[in-house]
Structures are given as structure tokens and as C-alpha cells.
């Protein structure tokens, strides 16, 4: 009589549904695949976020604070760090304009590479235009053309905005040594 006992009592934990050790695999199941997707959401999103982000067309640079300060006639260097975000790298690069007004109320701005092989250019006071002394380019101050050198184009111009009597250039790199003007 003992032994009918046992076995009404295992036979009963069979019937009441679910035995235990398949609701504990159930129960592992589920446990991996939670952990599966809290894992892989973060890991999908490292290797897909820099790929889909999409490419800076320029960022607004402050290059003067008060348009009464500039020196009318004469091109002024503004330089400026820009940080530059390429998928997981994040880097440092020190850029310059050259700043330049007629009349105090129009502004032109150049981008500070040479447009033959990206040399700095600098102010020549003597003859009143730009001079790179990589290759002996010149370049015109009220237009940004080509008088002598190499170059294969004019100075790239950038878009100004004056806001409040700050200045403000929309900074661009553009492909060097081709004579057509295209963007980086």
C-alpha cells in the first residue's frame, strides 16, 4: 500500500498541466532570448548608426563679433577649431577664412586652403592680393580669381551671413586641384 501512494503523486504532477522541468526549459528560453535582445539592440545600433548618419553640408562659424570692428579694403584671417565626427572618430582640425568687405555691410569669405594643392594662403600688402607660396599662386581680393600660378580655380567663396552685426561663414572643404568646384 505504500507504494500506491508514490504513485498517485507523481502521476498527479504530470496531469496538472505542465511538468516542472518543462516549465523550467521554458522558463531558460525566454531568459536567453531577453538577454539576446538586450545584447544585440546595442550591438546592431554601434555598427549602423555611423553608417546611416548623414554627411555635414557645412556648419556657421562665428569669424567677427561686431562688423564696426573690420578694417574696410583689407581681408582679415579668422582662424577656427572645428571638430569633425567620421563614424567613431572624433577629430581636430584648425581651418581659417579670409574675411573681406568693400562697404561694411557686404561681406565675401574665402575658404583659407589654395585651391592647387591646399596650402595656406597669406595677405600680400605690396600688391594687394592674396600670394601662396607653395607654388607662387595669386589670387584676386574683391574676387577670389586666379592672376598667376597654378591653380586650377578660383579662391572658394563661402556663404556669409551677418546676423546682429556678428559675421557668420558656412565653412566647406572642397576638392583641391580640380578645376571644378566640388564639395568634400
Known amino acids: 500500500m505504500s507504494s500506491a ?33 538586450l545584447v544585440s539592440v546595442p550591438v546592431i545600433r554601434a555598427i549602423l548608426s555611423p553608417a546611416s548618419q ?18 574696410i579694403g583689407v581681408p582679415i584671417r579668422v582662424n577656427f577649431v572645428q571638430t569633425v565626427q567620421d563614424s567613431w572618430i572624433e577629430t581636430r582640425t584648425l581651418n581659417g577664412v579670409w574675411l573681406y568687405t568693400d562697404d561694411g555691410e ?41 592672376l598667376a600660378g597654378p591653380p586650377p580655380r578660383p579662391l572658394d567663396e563661402l556663404d556669409v551671413e551677418v546676423r546682429d552685426a556678428v559675421v557668420f561663414v558656412k565653412y566647406k572643404d572642397f576638392r583641391l586641384g580640380v578645376p571644378e568646384r566640388i564639395e568634400t
Not at 15 to 33: H, I, M, N
Not at 54 to 71: N, P, S
Not at 109 to 124: I, K, P, W
Open 54 to 71: 548623414a554627411a555635414g553640408t557645412g556648419e556657421w562659424v562665428k569669424v567677427a563679433d561686431d562688423t564696426a570692428l573690420l578694417d
Open 5 to 37: 501512494p508514490a504513485e498517485q503523486h507523481v502521476a498527479s504532477d504530470e496531469t496538472d498541466g505542465l511538468p516542472r522541468r518543462g516549465f523550467l526549459k521554458r522558463l531558460s528560453a525566454l531568459g536567453a532570448v531577453i538577454s539576446a535582445g
Open 106 to 146: 557686404k561681406f565675401k569669405a574665402y575658404n583659407g586652403h589654395c585651391t592647387h594643392l591646399g596650402c595656406s594662403y597669406f595677405y600680400d600688402k605690396e600688391r594687394k592680393n592674396f600670394f601662396c607660396p607653395c607654388h607662387r599662386g595669386q589670387f584676386d581680393v574683391k574676387t577670389g580669381a586666379v
